[in-house]
C-alpha cells in the first residue's frame, strides 16, 4: 500500500517542484547577474521580486480582470506591468543606495551587504505601509477559473493550465536571458565587465551602465517572477519576499554564484529536493518525520554538495590573479 | 528680540499656573493596554482586540471616576512575535499608571509576556488565547486569565462534530507549528485516535509556508473525509485555495484561527465549500445582547467587529470592575496591582457574551464552544452547534 502511493505521487510530485524550481531558478538570476559583474549579494533582490508581484497582482485585481480579455493577455501584461515596475525599483536601489556607497573609497564589502539588508526591510515596510492605507495586507490572486483547468496526461499526473503557463514562461525568460547575455553585445560587454572590470574599461565599456544593466535585468526577471509566485500559491504580501528570496540565493550558491545556467540548475534541482523531501519524509518515515523537516534534507543535501563542490555545481574558481 | 524674551516669560507664567490648576484637580491617569498584533498578516483580528477595548473604556471608564481616576485605552502591537512582546511587557510594567492588559492575540506570545507581567503582578485577561498551558503554569497563576475557553477543549469539541455531522471516517491533521497550532491539533488529533477515526497524516508546515502540493498531492490519492488545520487563516485560506484548486473536496475543520473574514478573502468565495471551524468567540448573531455594540462599533470605526471584539470588551470590562473594587477598598491610594488581579478573579456580571466569572485558574466558568459553516461571505458564516463545557 504504501510503496504504491510514493510511486502513484512520484509524477505529480516531480511536476510541482519543477514549478517551485522555475520560480527559484528566475530569482536566482538576479542573485548571480549582480554577483557577476560587482560580487555583491543584493539582499534586497527579495524584495524588488515582492514588489512585482504586488504591482502585478494589483494590476490584475484593478485594472485586469474587470476587462473581458483572454486570461493569458491579462496575465501578459500584468507581467509586463510587474516587470517595469520591479526594475524601476531595482535602478533605484542601485543608484541611490549602492552606488553612491560604492564610489567611496574604503566603503569595502561588508558596508553594501548591510545596506541591501537595510533597502530590504524598508521595502518591507514602505509596501505593508502603503497597502495598510487601503486596509489591505493579503493580497489574493484573482480567481481566474481558466489557470484552475486540467489537462490529464495520465491518472497520476494531472496538469492544471496554471503550470503549463509557468512552466512555459519560465522557460522563456531563462532562454531569453541566456541569448542576451550570450548572443548580443551588450551581453558581451556585460560579461567582460564581470571578468575584469578594469580591463573591460580600458576597451571602452562603460562599466557603470554594465552595473546597471545587471540590477534592471534581474529586477524585471524578478517582478515577472513575483506575479508567478503569486499565480502559482494563490496570494502575495509585503513580507513574501523573504522565503523565497533565501532559497532562491541558497539555489544560485548550490548552482555557482556567477553562473547563469547554474542559477537555472541550481533553482531547479533545490525545487525539486524541496518537493520530493517534503512528500517522502512522512510517508517513509511512516508519519514520525513530518513535511516540515523537509528543509533539513535540502539544506544537508546543500552543505553536502558544497563540501564536494566549493564553487558549486557550475561555478568556476576565480582565476588568481599574480 | 527683547519683545520676543518678555513674551516666551509671560507664555511660562500662563503654562505654570494652568500646569498648577491641573495638578489641583486632575484625577489620575490609568490606562488599560491592549496588546495585540497591529501589524503583519494578523493585524485584522488584533485590531478588533483594540477597537473592542476602546468601547468598554468609553462606556465603563466613568465607573472608575468617583476614585478621581481617568480611563485611558493604550494599545501596543506586539506584531504576534513573542520577542517583541516581552520588550513591549517589559516597558509596560515599569508604567505605574497601567492597571491590566487585554490580550493577546497569538498563544505564543501570552506565554513569554505573561512570565514578564507576573513579575510586576500585572493582570492580563485575554480574549483569545486557548492555549490550555496559558493558565496551568504556577509562575504565571496569579495574573493570566480569559474570557475565550481551551483547547484541549476546543479540540475535542471539533472531534465531537466531526463524528457526529460529518460522520469522517478517514483524517489529515496539519498544525502550524505554533503553540497554539500544534496545541489545537495534538487535542483534536488524541480525540479523534480516541474515538477510533484513521488518522492517515499527522504533519506540521512552517507557519511561512505558502506550498502546501507536497501534502495536497498525497490528498489527491488518499481522499481524506476532513483535512483538519490547527493553525492561522492566512495560512488556512491558501491551504483551502490550494485545496480546491486540486479539485480536493475534503471538508476542511480548523479552530477559531480560521474565525476571520480574510478567510475567504483569500481563499476566494468560489472556493468555500464544506468548510468548517470551532471558535470561543461566539458569532455576533447568537449574541442578542451585542445589537448596540455592533452599531456603536460601525459608526465609530466604520468596520465590521468579530467575536474577539465583543469577547474583548467583556474582558475590559471585568478589568475595569476589578479595579474600581480595588480603589475602593484602597480609598485613593496608588493602584496595587496584586489586589486587582486577585479582584479579577472575583467579578461576577452578566457581559456580552454570557456569564463572566474565573475559576481559581483563570479560566471562564462557563466556556461556550460553537461550530459555524464558512459562508461564501463572512456575513453568510451559520452557526452549526454550539457546545457548552
Known sequence: METSIGWQLLPMTLADGLSLGVMYAIIALGYTLVYGVLGLINFAHSEVFMVGGIVGVELLIYVLTPTSLHPLIQLALALLGAGFAAAAVAWGVERYAYYPLRSRPGSGSLAPLITGIGVSLVLMDTVRLFESFFGHFERPFPSIAWFEETYAVSEHLILSYKSLVIWGLGGGFLALVHGLVNRTRWGLALRAVAQDTHAAMLLGIESRKMVVLAFVLGGFLAGMGGVLYALQFGKINAFSGFVPGIKAFTAAVLGGIGSIPGAVLGGILLGLIEMLAGTYLPLLTDGAIGSEYKDIVTFLLLILVLLCRPTGLLGKPKAEKV | ?389
Open chain 2, 1 to 389: 528680540m527683547r519683545l520676543k524674551a518678555s513674551f516666551i516669560a509671560v507664555m511660562f507664567g500662563v503654562l505654570s499656573t494652568t500646569a498648577a490648576t491641573i495638578a489641583l484637580s486632575a484625577p489620575q491617569v490609568l490606562k488599560i493596554v491592549t496588546h495585540s498584533p497591529l501589524s503583519g498578516a494578523q493585524s485584522t483580528t488584533g485590531e478588533t482586540i483594540k477597537f473592542g477595548t476602546q468601547l468598554a473604556v468609553d462606556d465603563f471608564g466613568k465607573i472608575l471616576e468617583p476614585y478621581n481616576a481617568k480611563l485611558v485605552l493604550q494599545a501596543e502591537d506586539d506584531q504576534s512575535n513573542p520577542t517583541v512582546g516581552v520588550a513591549n511587557a517589559n516597558r509596560l510594567i515599569g508604567d505605574a499608571s497601567v492597571i491590566g492588559i487585554i490580550g493577546h492575540f497569538n498563544s505564543g506570545v501570552a506565554m513569554a509576556t505573561t512570565e514578564v507581567y507576573a513579575k510586576a503582578n500585572l493582570v492580563m485577561i485575554s480574549p483569545a488565547n486557548t492555549n490550555p498551558k496559558i493558565t496551568e503554569r504556577a509562575s504565571t497563576s496569579k495574573i493570566a486569565n480569559r474570557v475565550c475557553g481551551r483547547d484541549d477543549v476546543q479540540g475535542p469539541a471539533a472531534q465531537s462534530f466531526m463524528s457526529s455531522h460529518l460522520k469522517a471516517k478517514k483524517i489529515y491533521v496539519i498544525n502550524d507549528k505554533t503553540a497554539y497550532g500544534s496545541g489545537l491539533a495534538q487535542e483534536f488529533e488524541k480525540a479523534s485516535r480516541k474515538a477510533g477515526v484513521q488518522v492517515l497524516l499527522s504533519t506540521g508546515v512552517d507557519e511561512k509556508e505558502t506550498d502546501f502540493s507536497s501534502i495536497l498531492n498525497r490528498a489527491v490519492i488518499e481522499k481524506p473525509d476532513v483535512i483538519f488545520f490547527g493553525g492561522i487563516y492566512s495560512q488556512g485560506g491558501l491551504l483551502l485555495k490550494q485545496m480546491r484548486q486540486k479539485h480536493i473536496e475534503s471538508v476542511l475543520l480548523g479552530g477559531d484561527g480560521l474565525d476571520s473574514a480574510e478567510l475567504q478573502t483569500i481563499a476566494g468565495a468560489a472556493n468555500i465549500r464544506n468548510v468548517y471551524f470551532t471558535s470561543v468567540a461566539m458569532p455576533l448573531n447568537q449574541l442578542p445582547k451585542a445589537k448596540s455594540f455592533i452599531e456603536t462599533y460601525k459608526t465609530k470605526f466604520k468596520k465590521s467587529p468579530d467575536g474577539f471584539a465583543v469577547a474583548s470588551y467583556d474582558a475590559a470590562h471585568a478589568l475595569i470592575l476589578a479595579t474600581a473594587e480595588s480603589l475602593k477598598a484602597k480609598k485613593g491610594q496608588a493602584v496595587d496591582r496584586a489586589d486587582i488581579a486577585a479582584n479579577v478573579r472575583k467579578v461576577n456580571f452578566e457581559g456580552l457574551t454570557g456569564t463572566i466569572a474565573f475559576d481559581n485558574k483563570g479560566d471562564i466558568k462557563a466556556a461556550r464552544y460553537v461550530v459555524i459553516e464558512a459562508g461564501a461571505t463572512p456575513a453568510q458564516n451559520k452557526t452549526a452547534a454550539v457546545i457548552t463545557k
